[in-house]
Structures are given as structure tokens and as C-alpha cells.
């Protein structure tokens, strides 16, 4: 379980902090820079800049979940249990509910 | 239980499956059901924001404030609260790999840590919803319950600004729409900016207040939200405020097992499993919050 011989010290903790850190930082960079280009550009539904933000905050979530919250180290059948529900019920609500809102945006105007 | 051995098959019982204990397992699947239940307020965020498209305020306008800084500095603020939570996830973990090597004295120092920096989250949060119900602009609704904020030379002023005042000395501040209407009237250097982010030069915005204009906003609440959209404020409150309930359940519980640790209950009982636990439950406010950070200021 918790007592791999990759966790002997604690580099392993301060790397994931690190790239946390970093990610923030260049998320909070783009988000006062607004650059022109990204804002612009439209990409599934909503602008480049955007997705960029939700890929970047997913991969600040994987690192937290596999790594802080050692699920990345646990048994396989225990880390698809807990990952499936999340990973097919959250995008298929956000679909349905995103998409109804576009139309309901339509439907004001 | 140590007898267990490989010939029982994993489902006739007796044996862990998932190689994990009962308590983690449990811990993961309340984890899981509030992931979904985060994801469905989420999901509402942000189908009020695809309805009201344009309307809906942008993060850049209503989260400028830095406590001792004058001027406007977006997503500073927040950055800074993330920095919090992330460096308490830190401490956290290290917690939870010392309590594996039964090293007691630096799980202490690292639990304690991680409280620190929960209640100064906190107390973060507190500053910042207090900016937000306080206000920063001031706006303008009008009959159709869209709120509109004063400009000058097409960028965003404020009610304050116009009206000759600091609305930061402390002091509450009320304006009905007839005074704020004559100054606007009679300083032709201000212009409005609508609802859906579009300014308008002197002489259209005085004919669009005429016609438009109910009710001066000042703050944020339930009610009114001088941001914009007004369910932007219930989301706010309500999003970020189920969150900050979570961190404020996690520092208590935290205190409770750091009395527990401290006492030497789980050194006599051989595993710092609780701290594990406890652990997980505060990684996972950390992975909401990354969630709200995103969806709230920066999208």
C-alpha cells in the first residue's frame, strides 16, 4: 500500500507541489494577460483561452487525486470504482445541462 | 482476520478486495457522493452562465481588491488563496508520510501546519465575501431588473466616482436614482456601460437612464447584485460558501485528530490510519476548490 519504496523521502511531495504551483501561476499569468488570440478564438462552444483553463485545471485535479490522494497507487479495481461515477456521470450531467442552457439562451432572445 | 490466506476467493468474505480498510473505503465513497453533488452546483453555475451569455459579469470586474493595495489587481487575491490551500494540501501529505513511519513529533508539526493554513483560508474567504457584499462600483438597475454601471472615456467608473465620494472610507453610502441621474446629467465626461458589456457616450447613456433607471445598487446579497446578473451572487454565495463549509469542517476535524495524535492514541493503536483519512477529506477540499478557482475566476 503506502509503503513503496518510491515514497521513502519526500521529493515526491514537493515535485507535485511544484507543478501545482507552476500551473497556478501560469493560469493566473493568462487570466490577466487575456492574449487577444486565445480570447478570440472560439473552440466547442466557448473560447481557446477557456479550454485551456479547463485542461490545465484537470490536469492540477489528477495530480491531487493520484498523487496526494494516493489513488494512483491503489489497487486497480479500487481506483476504477471510485473513478468510473465520476468520470461518466460528470460529463454526460454537463452535456444535458450545458447544452439546455445554450437553448435557453436562444429561447430569451 | 491475519489468517486469511489465498485459497478464499475474494468474494466469499473475510478478505479486502481492494486492499484497503473499511474506514478509507467509506471515506472515499462519501468522497465520491460529494464530488457529484460539487459537480451538480457546478453543472447549474454554469447553465445560468451559457443562459445569460453576455449579461453574466466577468471574474475580472467583481474580483479586484488586494487587502493593503490600492487599484484594481484581478485574480491576485484568489491566486493567493489557492496558494494557501495548496501549500496546506502540502503539509497535509507530509502529515499522513510521517504518521506511516510512526514519527509523532513531525506529524504534530505538519498537522498543525495544515491548520494554520485552513483557518487562513478562512479567514481569506471571509475578507473576500466581505468585498463582494460590500461592493466596489455600485450599479444601476433598471425595470427589467438589468443592472448597468457608470463608465468614463469607455472604460468601467463608478457610482462613487460620479457622485464625487470614497467609497471605501467606511461609511455606508445611499443614492437614489434621481441624484445619481442629475450628475450624470451634468458631467458630460461620464457615459453608462449596459448589461451586455456595451458603453454608451454621454448623450445615449443620460436618454437610456431617463427611460431605464429603478433602483441604485450597492453591494451585493440575495436580492440585488451590482456585479450584473443577480443569480451570479447566489452562485457565489452559495458555491463558494458550501466550500468554505467544508474547510471549516476540515479544520475542526483536523483538531480533533491532532488532540487524538498528541495524546498518543495512534501510536498505542499502531497505525496513524486516521490521519489518512482525514487526509483524503482535505485533499478533496483542495480538488474543489481548484474546480471553483477555474470556473468562478477564470473562465
Known amino acids: 500500500m503506502a509503503n513503496n519504496d518510491e515514497h521513502k523521502g519526500n521529493w515526491w511531495i514537493w515535485k507535485v507541489f511544484w507543478i501545482l504551483l507552476g500551473v497556478t501561476s501560469f493560469e493566473v499569468a493568462l487570466g490577466i494577460i487575456q492574449p487577444e488570440y486565445l480570447v478570440g478564438t472560439q473552440v466547442l462552444g466557448t473560447s481557446l483561452l477557456n479550454q485551456i483553463f479547463i485542461i490545465l485545471t484537470l490536469v492540477k485535479a489528477g495530480y491531487i487525486v493520484l498523487v496526494f490522494m494516493h489513488l494512483g497507487f491503489e489497487k486497480k479495481s479500487l481506483k476504477w470504482t471510485i473513478l468510473l461515477p465520476a468520470l461518466i456521470l460528470i460529463p454526460y450531467l454537463l452535456f444535458i445541462v450545458l447544452t439546455e442552457g445554450d437553448y435557453a439562451s436562444i429561447m430569451m432572445q | 482476520m491475519s489468517q ?102 513531525k506529524v504534530i508539526l505538519w498537522l498543525s501546519l495544515t491548520i494554520v493554513g485552513g483557518a487562513m483560508f478562512l479567514g481569506s474567504q471571509a475578507w473576500e465575501w466581505g468585498h463582494f457584499i460590500h461592493g466596489d462600483k455600485a450599479a444601476i438597475q433598471t425595470h427589467t431588473l438589468e443592472v448597468f454601471h457608470i463608465a468614463k472615456d469607455n472604460e468601467l467608473s463608478s457610482v462613487y466616482e460620479l457622485m464625487g465620494v470614497d467609497g471605501h472610507d467606511g461609511t455606508h453610502h445611499h443614492f437614489n436614482v434621481q441624484e445619481v441621474g442629475e450628475a450624470l446629467h451634468s458631467n458630460t465626461e461620464y457615459g453608462i456601460r449596459i448589461s451586455d458589456k456595451t458603453y454608451l457616450d454621454h448623450e445615449a447613456a443620460v436618454k437610456y437612464y431617463d427611460k431605464n433607471a429603478q433602483e441604485v445598487l450597492i453591494g451585493a446579497n440575495l436580492h440585488n447584485n451590482e456585479y450584473g446578473q443577480g443569480l451570479f451572487a447566489d452562485y457565489f454565495f452559495f458555491i463558494t460558501g458550501f466550500h468554505g463549509f467544508h474547510v471549516f469542517s476540515g479544520v475542526i476535524i483536523l483538531l480533533i485528530i491532532l488532540i487524538n495524535v498528541i495524546k498518543g492514541t495512534y501510536e498505542k493503536r499502531g497505525h496513524y490510519e486516521m490521519v489518512e483519512k482525514v487526509g483524503l477529506y482535505w485533499h478533496f477540499v483542495d480538488l474543489v476548490w481548484v474546480f471553483v478557482f477555474t470556473f468562478f475566476y477564470l473562465v
Open chain 2, 4 to 105: 486469511t490466506t489465498n485459497e478464499i476467493s475474494n468474494w466469499e468474505g473475510g478478505n479486502r478486495p481492494y486492499v484497503a480498510s473499511y474506514g478509507k473505503l467509506m471515506m472515499w465513497f462519501f468522497l465520491i457522493t460529494d464530488a457529484l453533488t460539487f459537480s451538480a452546483f457546478l453543472s447549474g453555475y454554469g447553465f445560468s452562465r451559457f443562459k445569460y451569455g453576455e449579461v453574466w459579469p466577468s471574474a475580472e470586474d467583481v474580483f479586484t481588491h488586494f487587502p493593503f493595495l490600492h487599484g484594481d489587481h484581478p485574480l491576485l487575491f484568489v491566486a493567493l488563496m489557492t496558494f494557501i490551500l495548496i501549500m496546506s494540501s502540502v503539509t497535509m501529505v507530509l502529515a499522513v508520510n510521517y504518521g506511516h513511519k510512526m514519527q509523532k513529533k
